[in-house]
């Protein structure tokens, strides 16, 4: 199974006789292996013509955008917070229902992340509750297209136009989502991809950045490489935040298995909300593609013990989930403030995410149907 094997073996360890199918599963095959072994051979391991090759690559699918390819999704969102602009003193609306690095980046550009509530149906941000957060310091909203759902970016790219700011996107969990059939990080002026192992493909660790400005982009590769552009000739204070041709190497071949993964997500989502009962299956809004990069449901009832009650009794009975994130970002030691968020409040505690990923057989879809509708039938 190769590189990420240790991660998933440990979920069977849980209940000894019973195998777990695992919440995530990173696929690495013959062709990721034999990619790494060239870029080994080449003798030429860090950025080199694999990163250029990937971000070629991965343009297509961002309607030929430009893309600068980093280390991770958080340095993708920091850089590219640090080359719209973003500094101290400006707000950036993001969701609160999200993962740290949302929050962190704006953070760590200086700028300060304003939390939005969200709409329960898609756990993206509300549109109405982002603009009623908008003052004259801020400079973006930054939706996240959470668990591979693309946000309202229809209603944000209209916002942002009539108050003059900036859209920018966390598609750290939808490469292939879409709405109206345009592709997530082709709406924003800067986007930001993940290729983290859970993430819908991997390079090991990686992250993309895409825009439409070539400025953007050109500080974007200022940025991730001590500001150099010609060796020894700094313009500006950056940072090594270089993918090297090994990850990118290992991207490649995933990227060309995305399409497919991504069709089989949904398909593998289709069958459980077909034949889930007791739990409240993920809502698709029109216009919009899924890509499924969580398949989460809720537990109606806004009870957090209850919730847990129906984890630890799926697992037991060979069913891997999580909750994806368990304490709202606002709340989180690293920022500690007091809002008002209720429907963030509400979907924390009713959220569970179950397997969906590609490597699913029928099997495991049918085990998952009848141990999630035998529990939820007894809560
Ligand atoms: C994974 C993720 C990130 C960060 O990506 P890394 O590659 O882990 O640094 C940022 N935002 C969201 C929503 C994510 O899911």
């Keep these: 199974m190769g590189l990420f094997k240790k991660k998933t073996a440990g979920a069977s360890a849980v209940s000894g006789a019973v195998t777990m199918i695992p919440a995530a599963k990173p696929m690495i095959g013959d062709e990721e292996r034999a990619a790494v072994d060239r870029v080994l051979r080449s003798g030429m391991m860090a950025q080199g013509p694999e990163v250029k090759a990937f971000e070629e690559e991965f343009s297509k699918h961002v309607e030929g955008r430009h893309c ?133 493909m991997t390079s090991g660790e990686g992250g993309m950045v895409t825009t439409d400005s070539a400025d953007i982009a050109r500080m974007l590769r200022l940025l991730r490489n001590q500001g150099q552009e010609v060796i020894y000739q700094n313009e500006v204070v950056g940072f090594n935040n270089r993918m090297t041709d090994i990850h990118a190497a290992i991207g490649r071949v995933q990227l060309r298995k995305l399409p497919a993964w ?74 500690r403030l007091e809002l008002d968020l209720p429907e963030t409040e509400k979907v924390i505690k009713e959220c569970v995410s179950l397997p969906v990923h590609p490597s699913l057989t029928q099997a495991d879809l049918e085990k998952i149907v009848s141990v999630v509708n035998d529990v939820a039938s007894k809560l």
Excluded at 286 to 301: D, E, K, S
Aim: net charge positive; hydrophobic share 40%; proline share 7%.
């Design 68 to 200: 600068i390819a980093v280390n991770s999704g958080t340095s993708a969102l920091h850089l590219g917070f640090i080359a719209a602009g973003i500094k101290a003193g400006d707000e950036v609306i993001v969701p609160s229902f999200s993962f740290a690095a949302t929050a962190n980046s704006v953070a760590l550009a200086g700028g300060t992340p304003i939390f939005a509530d969200i709409d329960p149906r898609t756990f993206n941000m509300d549109p109405a509750h982002v603009e009623s957060l908008i003052t004259p310091r801020t400079k973006a909203i930054m939706p996240v297209h959470l668990y591979g759902h693309i946000a309202a970016v229809d209603q944000f790219e209209a916002m942002c136009k009539k108050h003059n700011i900036m859209l920018i996107e966390d598609s750290a969990q939808a490469h292939l989502a879409s709405m109206n059939g345009r592709p997530s990080g082709a709406w924003g002026s800067v986007a930001s991809f993940s290729f983290y192992p859970t993430k819908n």
């Design 262 to 335: 991504t069709i089989q997500r949904q398909k593998n989502a289709a069958y459980l909300s077909a034949n889930l009962k007791g739990v409240i299956a993920p809502y698709v809004a029109p216009n919009t593609t899924h890509a499924f990069h969580q398949y989460t449901v809720r537990i109606p009832g806004e009870d957090a013990a209850k919730r847990d009650h129906f984890m630890t009794t799926i697992r037991e009975r060979g069913i891997g989930c999580g909750v994806y994130y368990p304490t709202p970002i606002h709340r989180l030691p690293s920022f």
